[in-house]
């Protein structure tokens, strides 16, 4: 049994699990992480074109802290907060701290500002109930993290309200597309051997669905965009190697050890190696898509006056 989101209809999110997850992959995180470092740096091209200047800004889901110097590069002036739900990839992030002993970056926020840290602060949290105050970002940097989160449309409104007014969400995840070849691998297996069917990769959330969860969010001027990329594998088990890295899995432990579940294996291992190119290599599918949203200004006040801007009044006027 398992429990569902009544809004979304997609499986409750389970923090707990999730941590243990990425705690355990964390050591080996670092081999996959050409994926992410690749997408950041699209994401930095995206960035030249948006009119930002932050003074304050979180990078939601930074797990081994790998976008940190980016950013610190990109706003130097601006104060930086990383978060993320395990300790341990907080842990590898530390020395990406740099202009400080790393561990201080653990410290109280308090205490770092009598010590003088300086740099990037870590901070260990659930990106979808964020320990800050409202307002207290005017830029939000997220690379491949949301789809970790199984109700999305719970993180959006979070990353709203911590924002600032007219600040700005940037943002990567993985589409439906991701892994399709793994999925239906899956699938044929299952069919042939009578076994029934299950999601063996994380539900994805489509690109559309999406933006309007950021409308719907209180964030407005919404920018998707989605590209694929293909990466190539020489054998099924690296191929199953690198997604067990990645943590892809669905939020639930597989059966292991049993015959059934070693046949299941074999046979998957041949159904991928079936799907083989003339090149020699076996692909795998990544659907990245980016967003981009500011906050919206506040229409009416606390006890329900309007507020109108004075820019609105006039391009009102006539003449």
């Known amino acids: 049994m398992s429990l569902t989101s009544a809004k979304s209809g997609r499986p409750a999110y389970d923090s707990r699990l999730v941590r243990r997850i990425f705690d355990r992959r964390a050591a080996k995180f670092g081999e996959v992480a050409f994926l992410p470092r690749e997408i950041a740096g699209r994401m930095r091209e995206r960035l030249e074109y948006i009119k930002v200047s932050p003074t304050s800004m979180l990078d939601a889901g930074c797990g081994a802290g790998d976008d940190l110097p980016l950013l610190r590069e990109r706003f130097p002036e601006a104060p930086l907060v990383g978060v993320d739900l395990s300790h341990s990839m907080l842990a590898r992030a530390l020395p990406h701290s740099a202009g400080d002993a790393g561990w201080r970056r653990l410290l109280p926020a308090a205490l770092q500002r009598s010590l003088g840290v300086r740099g990037p602060r870590l901070a260990q949290a659930d990106f979808g109930a964020l320990p800050f105050a409202s307002g207290a970002f005017d830029f939000i940097w997220s690379n491949l993290a949301l789809h970790w989160h199984s109700q999305p449309d719970l993180v959006l409104p979070e990353w709203q309200r911590v924002l600032e007014p007219n600040g700005l969400l940037m943002f990567s995840t993985l589409g439906p597309d991701t892994l399709r070849e793994l999925r239906g691998a899956y699938a044929e297996v299952e069919a042939a051997h009578g076994a029934p069917s299950r ?58 050890g049993t015959a059934r579940a070693r046949r299941l294996h074999a046979a998957l291992l041949e159904a991928l190696e079936a799907r083989r190119r003339a090149d020699g290599t076996i692909a795998l599918t990544f659907e990245v898509i980016y967003g981009h949203a500011w906050k919206a200004v506040p229409r009416t006040t606390a006890d329900g006056h309007a507020i109108v801007r004075v820019e609105d009044i006039v391009r009102r006027r006539p003449g």
């Open 199 to 256: 999601a063996h990769v994380i539900d994805f959330v489509d690109m559309h669905d999406l933006g309007d969860m950021l409308v719907e969010s209180g964030f407005e001027i919404p920018v998707m965009d989605q590209e694929t990329l293909t990466i190539t594998y020489k054998s099924p088990g690296s191929l199953l190697a690198d997604v067990r890295r990645w943590g892809a899995y669905p939020h639930r432990r597989e059966e292991a």
